[in-house]
Every structure is written in C-alpha cells, then in structure tokens.
C-alpha cells in the first residue's frame, strides 16, 4: 500500500490499518478508507492518469486496491455527455449527463464499487463472497466474482424487478430472496458475514467498496477538461455515492489536479423513500427511517447507513435534496430517452425530475456547469414503463398497408391535438416542465 492507505473511525479517528471492517469497536461508528496526501502527490498526476488505461482503473493510485493487483474488468470511463435537448425542456442551459448506464459489465455504477472490494478478497483471505442489495449491486457483485471464481451469496428483498433477479442468477451465483425489506436483508447480511468468514461488500467490505464511487468523480473532473462543475445532482439510496463524489473532488483538489472552486451538491430521491431528502429540507443531519414504497427500488433503502454523512455534505456544500413521485419518475424516464436517446431506470428518473425541479425552484441557475448522475440501465426496469406503450396489430408487409397506416397515425394526431385528452400511451401526461408547480 504505497500511499499509506489506513482504515480510520470517521467520528473518533481510531487507525485499523488494513483489513475487512466497516464499524469503530470503540464509537461504532462508520470506518473509512484515508491515506497519505504527501505521498500520493507526484505519484497521481495529470500525465500519469492520461498513460493509464482506458477505464476506472486509470485512478488506481488512489484506489485502496493490493499493489501487485492487475485489474481484469474494464468498468468505467462512461461518457460524460452535453444534454442541450434536456436542458431546453427544463431551462438548463450547460447541462451534462454522466452516463453510467452503460458502465461495464452489468450497466450501473456499482460495477465501480464491486471492482474495489472484490479485488481485495484474496489479499483478505475470503473464497466465498455476497452482498445485501437493492438490485445493481446484486447484478455487479455476481458477475465479478463469476470472473474471480468465487462463491457467491446475494441476499435481496423478495420483491425485486424481475429483470435484476435473472441479470443475477444468470451468473451463477445463489440468490436467496428473503420476505422483508432492504433494511431486513442488510441486518441479517450483518448477521451472516460475523457467523460466516465471507466477504460482504456492503458490509465487511464497505469501506473499500465506498472508494470505487470516487471513479465517478474523478471522471466527471477530467472529463470537463480537469475541472470542476458548479453543481451536482446525484441519486441518493444509502447516500454513499454523493458523498464521494465529493471525496473524490476534495483530493483532486489536494494533490494539486484540479483548482479548488465550490461545488454544490444536490440529492435526489423518490418521495416513497426520502428519509435523506427530508433531513435535508428540515436542515439536520438525523436521518428518520422510512418504510420504502417506490417504483425506484434500487433507491429504496429506508434507513441509509451514510444518510447523516449525506445530508451534512449537502448542506456544507450549499445544496439541497429533493424527491419526487412515481408518476414524475416514470415521465421522467421518458423525457431523458426522447431528449438525449439515454435510457435509464427508475433511479435516473429519480435523478431527472429531481433535476428539473431544481433548475424550476431556481436552486440552481440555468448558466450553472451542472452534472446530473444518471446511475443505472432502463432495461433492467421495464415494468416501470408496463402500459405506458400501446402496440397496433401488425400491417402486411406492402407499401398499401403501410400508407393506410400512416394515415390513420395522421388521423389519430389530429383528434389528439384537438381534444383535451391525452392518447393513453402519453399517460402519465405530466411533462419535466411542470415538475416544479407540483410540489
Ligand atoms: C445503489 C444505487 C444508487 C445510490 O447509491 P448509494 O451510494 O447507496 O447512495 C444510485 N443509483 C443506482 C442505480 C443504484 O443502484
Ligand atoms: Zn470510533
């Protein structure tokens, strides 16, 4: 460990040094992963990341990996894109999108997460690995340990999106389905990895798993030309990632990368499971658990193990939080794919109308450098969109079927531009624009 990685209490500052635990004996508090400004500085330059590979792991100087680890798995490096469309429709006018629906290899951006943790199970000793999750981290975890050859527990709540349980099971590991919620299934994982020597990556292994968010900050900072954006709009579900975002920022900062400049931070969560946006909105740091229900379940986690570290970065930063309906979420989903041609689930809708809504309130200003975080894949939660398309009968392959129905298509558009309903396949008839005269 060259740059003096050490595992440290966040409140008490107690030193574990380096080994798979999350919690202080001391203060039971969250550990976290530091390490030496002084001598990470020169070994992570501006030239020595462009000579690296095309990938997350071009950062791995500053990754709490082992030194002799070659990286197998080319996640990350995502595209960081303009959204000029998008941010007409809701008044943005320097928008980007941070694409990690299609991070590889399973589509979200816990494949950053899983690559940190997984790549120190063998320096710890672990052959069998798992995790608690609510659906992506399930999808990542299996497929990393499938190309480790390790055993796998998931432990995920019994009502998971179809398309999440099969994108796990496919890779071989168990998945066992428990009747509960996410936070029923993490106690009980808690449980399992003190009972069982195995590694859990958001349990045991957290605090490694936590450093692989910071990927996605030190893309979006290169990526804007090694600079930083004026604000964030992050997904929030255990209010991990946008506290290390922020991480990732503040040391590129001190290692000399990037200028310093204020970046304010903006959470987003679903209204059926807010307990961080809340806390922000009253202006504390203490997190009220919530029991989840929301068609954004990988969000869904009602008592979010960061949430006070979330909230607090939030509103240090000068930010704030909002969380929006299932209905704004599902139209979101909708406008970011007719805008941008990005598909993304549930969670990114989250992200979208959260977005929009800030830009209505005036929270952020339409001139604003923003980067909103667009986390997961839309294919893994289609039922969300269940309904919301009609299919016509199929035409006879011939040119005269085919006008016929071009016709009819024009026929149906004038009703609708004439009439006050809208077709059922625009239900829910809510645009981004008006997100902000709802709440
Ligand atoms: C897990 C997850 C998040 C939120 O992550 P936290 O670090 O727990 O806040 C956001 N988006 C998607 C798609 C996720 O799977
Ligand atoms: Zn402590």
Known sequence: MSIGFDLRCRECGKSYGYQPLSICDECFSPLEVVFDKELARGRFTRESIAAGPLNMWRYKALLPVPEDFIPQTPTGLTPLMRAPRLGARIGANNLFIKNDAVCLPTLSFKDRVVGVALDNVEKFGFDTVGCSSTGNLANAVAAQAARQGLKTFILVPADLEPAKILNTQVYGATLVRIDGNYDHVNRLCSQIADRYNWGFVNVNLRPYYAEGSKTFGFEIAEQLGWRLPDSVVCPMAGGSLITKIRKAFKELVALGVVEDKPVKFFGAQATGCSPISQAVKKGSDVIEPQRPNTI????????????????????????????????????????????????????????????????????????????????????????????????????????????????????????????????????????????????
Do not use: M
Not at 361 to 376: Q, Y
Not at 397 to 406: G, H, K, Q, S, W
């Open 296 to 439: 954004a379940r990988s969000l869904a986690i009602g008592n979010p193990a960061d949430g006070p570290y979330a909230s607090r970065a939030i509103r240090d930063s000068g930010g704030w939080a909002e969380d929006v309906s299932d209905i704004e979420i599902v139209s979101a989903i909708q406008e970011l794919a007719e805008t941008e041609g990005v598909f993304t689930e549930t969670a990114g809708g989250v992200t979208t109308a959260v977005t929009a809504r800030l830009y209505a309130h005036g929270r952020i200003h339409p001139d604003e450098l923003t980067v909103t975080c667009i986390t997961g894949n839309g294919l893994k939660t289609t039922d969300a969109l269940n309904g919301a398309y009609e299919q016509h009968a199929a035409i006879r392959p011939r040119l005269t079927d085919f006008e016929a129905y071009v016709d009819e298509i024009n026929a149906l558009r004038q009703i609708h531009a004439s009439s006050e309903y809208a077709f059922i396949n625009e239900a829910p008839s809510f645009t981004l624009a008006n997100t902000g005269a709802n709440s």
